[in-house]
C-alpha cells in the first residue's frame, strides 16, 4: 500500500490489490452540500435495487464519468461562470500590462472612469451639407 498525502489533505493517494487487481484510489475532499447530495442519490439508487448496493465511491466514479461524457460548451460557461473570480482577472491583466508594457483601451478607460479621469470619447457630431450647400441658420431676408 503506498500513500502520498498533499499538505492541506486535498489528495491521498492509495494502492489497493482488490481482487488480484491493482487499483489507484484518490481521495478528494467535497463539500458538506456536495457529500449530501451524493448521499441523497446513492439512497435513491439503493432503494428497491435487489442486485447490489452501491456505495459513495461508486456513485461518484459513476457521476464523473457520466458528466466527462456529456460535458459541452454550455456546461463549461456555467461552471466557469459558478466559480469566476475577479481578483484573478485583474491579476492577469496586471500582470500581462508589466509585462507588455500596454494596458488594454477598454480596461484603461474603465480606470480612468473610476479616479474621475474620464475622458469624453464622443466628439460633437457635425451638421451634414444642407441641399444648398450653407450650414446654419439663414437670415430672414436670405429667405
Not at 17 to 22: Q, T
Request: glycine share 8%.
Amino acid at each position: 500500500m503506498v500513500k502520498n498525502i498533499k499538505g492541506n489533505g486535498e489528495l491521498v493517494r492509495k494502492t489497493e490489490e482488490n481482487n488480484n487487481e491493482k487499483e489507484e484510489i484518490l481521495r478528494i475532499n467535497i463539500s458538506r452540500l456536495g457529500d449530501t447530495a451524493l448521499l441523497e442519490g446513492m439512497e435513491q439508487v439503493n432503494d428497491g435495487f435487489i442486485g447490489g448496493k452501491v456505495n459513495k465511491t461508486q456513485m461518484l466514479n459513476w457521476i464523473l464519468k457520466r458528466f466527462k461524457d456529456d460535458l459541452d460548451e454550455s456546461i463549461i460557461k456555467d461552471i466557469r461562470a459558478d466559480h469566476f473570480d475577479e481578483v484573478a482577472v485583474l491579476e492577469l491583466i496586471l500582470r500581462k500590462a508589466r509585462e507588455t508594457g500596454k494596458v488594454p483601451s477598454e480596461f484603461k478607460h474603465l480606470l480612468q472612469k473610476q479616479v474621475g479621469l474620464e475622458i469624453l470619447t464622443k466628439k460633437k457630431a457635425k451638421q451634414a451639407l444642407t441641399g444648398n450647400g450653407i450650414n446654419g441658420d439663414m437670415e430672414e431676408s436670405d429667405k
